[in-house]
């Protein structure tokens, strides 16, 4: 475990450049598009999956690569009005440029601490004795490693920056509480995994926690994007092809 000596290159406060006075600088015409941020943050992927599920589309290849080209689309939009609207850098979503060596410590720490999260996770499952997994567990079996693999990364990437890089930072500069800008996402990122049941609730609430809290901490979002990458990378690609013989 790391000791109080580590430093953390990787991490910038942007407030002290983009505080809320100069923030406040570009009116309320940046307001709104913070508003717009958020609401693109908070619901515009479960809104993409929910419909993808309710209408019954076909589980073809074709239509999961566009569900998550349509996901994509989203966060495109959210960094243009990071850039654009809000007028703001990189560094205010997590997304500097990061010192290499102290992002990879963090990634191991973080992996670390998501596994004890999901050991904690299905121990209150059995407890419960919840089912595990969703009616859609089946049909991504069905789909090609380099989709399947396309879909783990957009959620690495994508559920970060929208519950983590631009929730969290933007909720704190509009409410001022360190505690509410945090426990918020997280609350989103949580119910919005209903599609696994409650056990993906509660897997998604504790694993989230731990990201959370090293985002809050660090604010180095590729540290929660890779940990998140290969919290689902792992055991639904690479142990597969170890096993599948």
Known sequence: M????????????????????????????????????????FFSM????????????????????????????????????????????????????????????????????????????????????????SSDSAKYELLPTWVLAMTIGRAGFVEEFFYRGYAIERLQLLTHNRFWSATVPLLFFSVFHYRQGWAGIIIALLTGAVLTYVYSTRRNLWVTIIAHFLADFIPNIVVPLFTSN
């Open 2 to 41: 790391p000791t109080a000596s580590v430093t953390n290159p990787t991490r910038h406060n942007w407030s002290l450049v983009n505080s809320p006075a100069s923030f406040a600088q570009n009116g309320l015409h940046a307001g709104r598009w913070t508003v717009i941020g958020l609401a693109i943050a």
């Open 46 to 133: 479960p809104l993409v999956l929910g419909l993808f599920s309710s209408t019954h589309i076909p589980w073809t290849v074709r239509n999961v690569v566009l569900r998550e080209l349509s996901i994509w689309a989203f966060a495109a939009l959210l960094m243009f009005i990071v850039r654009r609207k809000e007028r703001l850098g990189w560094e205010s979503v997590g997304l500097q440029r990061p010192a290499i060596g102290n992002t990879a410590l963090w990634v191991l720490i973080t992996m670390v601490g998501a596994a004890l999260s999901i050991a904690i996770a299905f121990a209150f499952i059995r407890l419960l004795n919840l089912p595990i997994g």
